[in-house]
């Protein structure tokens, strides 16, 4: 049998991608990483990216004589919705017109566009290396020709008071505690499968977060649910309701498929209003 | 089936208000508190050297083995570091040191150096001591070892909150990625293991140019590490991680010119003490000696 081997995503783009930037000069040697030897790149984050269905980081480095190395990690995460999920793991920084939600903070600038996972870095902050980030960065946005859509379950956030900065897409359980500890167990059953949005809100002064987690089937959603109720909410009303020892409001509601979840609300009138703004 | 695992849930952390108050190392909810309350203090060496790291920014051999020397003489309350390294290690130990590869901060390759020396001082055969990071798990060396020395840089960590001298052996267990969940605060139970457990009798958490805050994927910036020019030693990993902790935030509330907490909280640190009993987290249950450059010492 003939093995016929074809161009990836990644190969596509290194071919366009520039030697050149300023005075920074491409190394010899590209580096292509799969889910298995990323961890060898990536000491200590690389499961955040597999947690994302990563399927391959394409590495560059540039170097100058005169200023610090230039790191290109081009991230193809296999869909937007996961390109989008990675990059909401860390949204801190300026927003930059740069790719989609381009976000620069000093010594490195991301972006998300398409399937990819964009992140360039500076081994130490230099005024001429950030020029050149900025500079490759816009090479490599326009190299990505497609946009990328987001997650679908996004538009069932409430509009009102939503913090666009503090929105995290994810389907893994240890993703979403590092992001907000609820359990040292998956007690909302988040799989690969199962789709979950947290955000932050701020409404007249008062603040809550709002996890949304759709699952593939209903007794999926009805488990989470009990469970959720079981070891997180035992003392709920029967609106789902109960108020936390630290005077905050949790709640939760399942319909069909989506289980929605008010974390840590100020009030109890900010608890039911989220729930029941759901869209 | 019965359900025999106990649930943690941030519940349990809010009942005990660990989530309210942050920076002083302290807070765990209170399960299973083993070694807490222990009336013996924990001992703790910092010490520092301006001249350890020259202008151009290469660690000094002499200075970095004569840092050792006097840190273990303050430790172990003897004149002599060679009298030292006798009465921890024998000739017919198998030690393992436990270094640390991470590539932007490695431990320095002169440090390991001056243990292999001051092993090899006490009797230690030279094939039975041997450094390794990765590959502890099929190090015959690591696998026979009767004694381990621990020593790596401390470093801001994007799952730990830090890289500390606890979280330096993860290695020894075949699926790391199991103790990330909440912050790595699972950490501590791999120092029980039986292949790890009661094997360490010194710790070194090298502070010559730390990493105190990290950005991208790849968590690293040459603008977030400093000339810190120390060392910290103690037979208690845990007051030794502490302290570094303590060291760290500082230097972040002094750099950001706000309070800026280690993120994720450094929970492991707690939960090796109040968890695991594997020694001393709060600074009142460790005895600090500090020598040396106290220049911006931060602690």
Redesign the interface.
């Given at each position: 049998m003939t093995q016929t081997s074809y161009a990836t995503p990644v190969d596509e783009l290194r071919s366009m991608l520039p030697q050149q930037i300023g005075d920074w000069s491409a190394e010899a040697q590209d580096r292509i990483f799969d889910p298995t030897t990323i961890f060898g790149y990536i000491d200590g984050g690389a499961e955040v990216y597999k947690a994302y269905n990563m399927k391959q980081c394409f590495s560059r480095r540039y170097t100058a004589p005169n200023g610090p190395a230039i790191i290109l990690d081009i991230f193809d995460m296999g869909s937007s919705k996961d390109a989008f999920g990675v990059f909401t793991h860390d949204t801190d920084g300026d927003e930059i017109d740069m790719g989609q939600d381009g976000r620069f903070r000093p010594g490195w600038l991301n972006f998300w566009k398409d399937r990819f996972f964009v992140s360039i870095y500076m081994e130490e902050e230099h005024e001429a290396a950030e020029k050149a980030v900025f500079d490759l960065g816009k090479r490599v946005d326009g190299i990505i020709a497609k946009k990328g859509a987001r997650p679908g379950i996004l538009l069932k956030l409430p509009v009102q008071g939503l913090q666009a900065a503090s929105v995290r897409y994810l389907h893994h359980p240890m993703v979403l505690n590092y992001h907000y500890f609820i359990s040292d167990q998956n007690i909302l059953n988040i799989s690969e499968h199962t789709e979950v949005v947290l955000a932050t809100y701020t409404i007249n002064g008062e603040e809550a977060r709002l996890l949304l987690a759709a699952y593939l089937g209903l007794d999926a959603a009805d488990d989470a649910y009990s469970n959720f109720l079981k070891h997180y909410l035992p003392d709920a009303d029967r609106s789902g309701m109960a108020l936390l020892e630290n005077k905050k409001w949790s709640a939760i509601q399942v319909n069909g498929r989506l289980l929605s979840i008010v974390l840590d609300a100020d009030s109890r009138h900010l608890a039911e209003h989220l729930l029941r703004s759901v869209r | 089936m019965a359900e025999k695992?106990r649930?943690?849930?941030?519940?349990d952390?809010?009942?005990t208000?660990s989530?309210?108050a942050m920076g002083s190392l302290i807070g765990l909810p209170l399960l299973g508190r083993a070694a807490g309350n222990r009336n013996d203090k924990s001992r703790v060496i910092l010490i520092r050297d301006e001249k350890v790291i020259a202008d151009d920014g290469l660690v000094q051999p002499e200075k970095l083995a004569d840092m050792l020397d006097k840190a273990l003489k303050l430790l172990f309350k003897s004149d002599d570091a060679s009298d030292v390294w006798e009465q921890l290690f024998g000739k017919n130990d198998i030690v393992g040191i436990k270094s640390n590869v991470?590539?932007h901060l490695p431990t320095p390759a002169v440090l390991e150096e001056a243990i292999q020396v001051g092993l090899m001082q006490a009797g230690v055969k030279k094939t039975n001591i041997s450094v390794d990071d990765r590959s502890v798990r099929r190090n015959p060396v690591f696998k026979n070892s009767t004694a381990l020395i621990n020593v790596r840089p401390m470093r801001t960590?994007?799952?730990s909150g830090l890289?500390t001298l606890l979280k330096n052996y993860i290695m020894f267990v075949s699926g790391p990625?199991m103790y990330?969940?909440?912050?790595c605060?699972k950490l501590g139970s791999i120092w029980r293991k039986p292949h790890v457990l009661g094997k360490t009798r010194l710790n070194i958490l090298v502070m010559l140019t730390p990493l105190f805050h990290g950005?991208?994927?790849?968590?690293?910036?040459?603008?977030y590490i400093w000339r810190y020019r120390g060392l910290i030693v103690s037979t208690d990993p845990v007051a030794a991680d502490a302290t570094g902790a303590r060291i760290i935030q500082a230097k972040r509330n002094a750099y950001f010119g706000e309070e800026r907490p280690i993120s994720?909280r450094p929970l492991h640190i707690e939960a090796a003490d109040v968890k695991y009993g594997l020694g001393n987290s709060r600074a009142d249950r460790i005895e600090l000696i500090k020598i040396g450059w106290e220049d911006e010492i931060l602690i």
């Open positions: - | 695992k649930v943690l849930t941030r519940r952390f809010i009942r208000g989530y309210a991470w590539s960590h994007h799952w890289g990625w990330h969940g909440n912050a605060e950005v991208g994927p790849h968590h690293f910036s040459r603008s994720p």
